[in-house]
């Protein structure tokens, strides 16, 4: 057992902060918010960084913790951690497998049905599709009497999309009526269902630590700026306190998160739960870390002035995204009380 | 990273397991669930003790120590694998901690060379010893202790109390903190001695825990002689030992807090399904929000770990004491939850377990407070981890 990250993760990190600190500054997810087309020149800078979606989870972790870092907007998420994630457990083709690997198709899934839940189903309506509208390839879960097949069909973006709207324009969500659409070619064992899934549970749960960790980082760096009574507001212990609880508990986050992704590089038995429990405490800090910070920033923290609702935002949208806390916190309880 | 051990590190795992099967008292398997509290009145248990000696006898008492030690100059991982497996089997080393977790580690960074020869036995369990921190005017400031030493010729002369002083009544040295220079600021005036606790002018009087045990006393010094040899580390020097001491209990304290925090988990689902709500969605989701909890401080745990191990300071271990130590109050509340109208009932015939849920209840009180509270832990992660001014 080591927790340490290898040099080349360090360099891997340090290498994605660096670079999305340059290319998607808070400006580039304001302007996003009303022009779709910024997210296109910084999908141009990260398919590079497509590859990471066939090889190791850990590394796929850290470099999905500093994009939820920026709320980096575009399809790195859908068509990296989701699509990629779905075509290598399913050992679909390999040309398709190795275009998406080298950034050079974006494909994205199509799993929940209306009721939200990321659970094959026979609904014909599929929902919260990750950015749909800019993938050209999109993976079709259906659960049918005889299992769950996986349809995966080009152009999505041609198709009858509905935008679902969340507080949150980052990413971005659409239903959709399969009608006839669904062919069923590929059969998806219950095996690589769960391996999909598993992974695509910890892939959140690092966007959404990392999105904890920035509104923590911002709030902190607040509290040492912002002066009342003739002194720093994080000097006051009712401040501190509230930063020190912040903190624990997005490093445990953090934590179980390299746990879980550690889990699924090495196949081990404990990976279900470990990737519910990683998704259940990113989904705690991302909470906390918005509560705290925006109490913590008080009056500036309610503005759109400001950037921290970007990050509020995305936080909060990553909670509910492949199940709410409350969802995997019963599927941790089902493992526990069986 | 990695998930699996090496195999050296299985090596170790196989032979510390061959060791347990083998050795393990009756008595542990169930004394010692929950809060890690024997039962029975001895404050010692006489089996613990031998236990104790044996683990050190066989290099399993502080493994990544020498032989002659209680060790096997055992990895730093390996001292995880061998916490984790002990707290596992819900098997301990020993309930006197100080002898063996402080006072040892200490005198081996502090002490001089004669000093160093009363380490194996304070390992081994063979001398018991008490800590002299907390007074009745200082307790989370620790450095605004009063109980004086003045040296006149080659002896000092000790005068003051201590206090919440644990194992007092049957030990029989003291690592006590004395305020050595009335003039000097208060963290610059403070040295540690070594107390014989049989020398005239030292009275006990034992405390009773919440739970009904005396386990702690108050402890008087009158004119107490303690040979100037007696004096750890520097003149005025007693205030770097005192951040050593309590970080040589923090190492390793982690596993159990996880482990125990873990236990509780499994109990309290045993628990819900004896009393028939282990259908009850809004109980299911609590003991699930406490594993996501307990699972997540494991990783948070493994990973100071791994900064430990690689000889950088890790700040997780004042979070693993603070999240522990509360998260084990909030279980067993929600333990007591689920009893519902028998929460508080403590008999026999109608308590759950006898009590056990409302009795550790009480007793993970002390693990908020002792060793630093929770405040005081929030206090160092803002202002030694976050960088926060100080208040
Ligand atoms: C079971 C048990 C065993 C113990 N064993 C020993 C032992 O063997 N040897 C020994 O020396 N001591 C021992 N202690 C004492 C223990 O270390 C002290 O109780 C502890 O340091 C707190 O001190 P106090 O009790 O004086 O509380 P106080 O320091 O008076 O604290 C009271 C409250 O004020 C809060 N507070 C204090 N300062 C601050 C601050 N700066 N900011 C915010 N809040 C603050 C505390 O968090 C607490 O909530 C033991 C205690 C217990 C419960």
Known sequence: MDFSLTSEQDLLATTARNLLAKQCPPALVRSHVTDRSVQAPLWACLRDYAELGRNNCTDLCIFLEELGYVAAPGPFFASVALFAGLLESLD?????????????????????????????????????????????????????????????????????????????????????????????????????????????????????????????????????????????????????HKLADMSLVVERARASVQYASMTVDAGSADRTRACHVAKAAAGRAARSALLEGIQIHGGIGYTEEHDLHLFMRRATASEYLLGPTSWHLDRISDEIFA | MKLEWTEPDQQFLSELRAFLDEHTPVEAANGFDFQGEANGDAIIAPWLQAWQAKLFDNGWMIPGFPPELGGRNCTPSQTMIYLEELSRRRVPRATHFPGYAIVGPSLLEYGNDDQKTLVSAAIRGDTIWCIGMSEPDAGSDLAGLTTRADLDGDTFIVNG??????????????????????????????????????????????LTHINGQAEFAEVFFTDVHVPVCNLVGELNGGWAITQGSLAHERAGLWVDGVARLEQTVTSLVELAKANGCHDDVGVRRKIAAMHELASSLRSLGYKGFASYAQGSSAPEHSYMKLASSEAGKAAFELGMEILGPYGAVTDALRGAENGRWVNSFYISFANTIAGGSSEIQRNIIAQRVLGLPRN
């Open chain 1, 92 to 240: 679909a083709d390999s040309a398709l497998r190795d275009a998406t690997a080298a950034g050079e198709i974006v494909g994205t899934v199509a799993v929940a049905g209306l009721n939200g839940f990321w659970v094959p189903s026979d609904d014909l309506v599929k929902s919260f599709i990750v950015d749909a509208d800019i993938a050209d390839h999109i993976a079709l879960v259906h659960a049918t009497d005889s299992g769950v097949v996986v349809t995966v069909l080009t152009n999505p973006g041609e198709r009858a999309l509905t935008p679902v709207s969340t507080v949150d324009q980052s990413r971005r969500f659409f239903e959709w009526d399969t009608g006839d659409e669904i062919g069923g070619i590929i059969p998806c064992s219950p095996e690589a269902w769960s391996a999909f899934i598993d992974r695509s549970h910890v892939a959140i749960a690092a966007d959404m630590v990392g999105t904890a960790r920035r509104l923590f980082d911002m709030t902190l760096h607040y509290a040492k700026e912002r002066e009342q009574f003739g002194k720093p507001i994080g000097s006051f212990q009712a401040i501190q």
């Open chain 2, 161 to 206: 109390q201590k206090v919440w002083t644990s194992y007092a009544m049957v030990a029989s040295k003291c690592f006590c903190y004395v305020r050595t220079d009335q003039q000097a600021p208060k963290h610059k005036g403070i040295s540690l001695l070594i107390i014989d606790m049989d020398s005239p002018g030292i009275e006990v009087r034992p």
